[in-house]
């Protein structure tokens, strides 16, 4: 009898655990797992971006009023990134992400679909829901799982700095201090940006000139001239990467998931650690 209630909790939390876990899916530089999105008596499970430059979970807008029943009427309209641009909002009854519901999610509603065309989600996982605590991205077996925040870090660590240290810099964003040609400058963690941006005026040598794909919650996705910089090599604490940029005019540069080479990883919220394993 003892042991078959010891073998009945083995696979209790095994299931738990398996529950708690998703799926990772990398397309087109970005990370997307399945969402679940409930809101009055609908249910929608979609691939989702899981988006760490991003304060507010997103939904895209035709999805929402057509698929989610949120009523256009009601939607209610706030100031974006600290400019003249504004954007719809609303709460969402809850999400069901990792293992976890939940419930009175604010979101912000864009019109994702209008604007980043084929690469748009119909959801986008932001730092509202991702600020709750720890993550560990296993990058080897392709899953996102909650993670405990006290556990001991023994991996590389980058603390990271936030809103809180830096007031030019959007909430929740993940800072990352560090040196470009002996320069100091910072670098947000953004896993929902194509390209790594580094600030202009840092660069040592004479740009590519190229043409490339833009597009943002503001404009829609059209074809500009960039500027391309190649191999910067740049460091944070004691480490040294080299990545290409594309030069940009924020007060910031911006590190896409390939900063991380393929490593396994956790967020740490709770810390503000980004753990390299």
Not at 74 to 95: G, H, M, R, V
Not at 106 to 132: E, W
Not at 152 to 169: F, L, Q
Request: glycine content about 6%; overall charge positive.
């Amino acid at each position: 009898m003892k042991f078959y209630f010891l073998s009945l909790c083995i696979m209790l939390a095994v299931s738990f655990a398996a529950k708690a876990q998703s799926k990772l899916i990398f397309k087109d530089k970005f990370m997307y797992t399945d969402v679940q999105v409930f809101n009055e008596t609908k249910r929608h499970s979609i691939p989702s971006l899981i988006d760490t430059g991003c304060s507010l979970c997103i939904i895209d807008s035709i999805f929402a009023i057509d698929s989610c029943g949120i009523k256009e009427d009601e939607l209610q309209t706030i100031p974006i990134n600290q400019t003249k641009d504004k954007i719809s909002s609303a709460f969402i009854d809850s999400i069901f992400f990792c293992g976890k519901t939940y419930h009175k999610v604010y979101c912000l509603v864009a019109d994702l679909t209008g604007h980043y065309q084929k690469y748009a989600p119909k959801f986008i996982v932001g730092a509202n829901i991702l600020r709750s605590g720890a993550w560990k991205f296993d990058m080897e077996k392709n899953i996102v799982e909650p993670y405990d925040s006290n556990n001991k870090a023994k991996g590389t660590i980058y603390k990271w700095k936030n809103h809180e240290d830096y007031p030019d810099v959007a909430i929740d964003y993940i800072i990352l201090d560090s040196k470009v040609n002996g320069k100091k400058t910072r670098f947000a963690f953004d896993t929902g940006c194509r390209n790594n941006k580094l600030q202009r005026g840092l660069y040592v040598g004479k740009p590519e000139q190229i043409q490339k794909e833009t597009a943002n919650i503001v404009n829609k996705l059209s074809i500009k001239a960039a500027e391309l910089c190649r191999n910067v090599t740049f460091k944070i604490g004691k480490d040294e990467y080299t990545l290409d940029f594309i030069i940009g005019d924020g007060n910031i540069g911006l590190l896409n998931i390939e900063f991380l080479q393929g490593h396994s990883f956790i967020l740490n919220y709770k810390k503000q650690i980004l753990e390299l394993l």
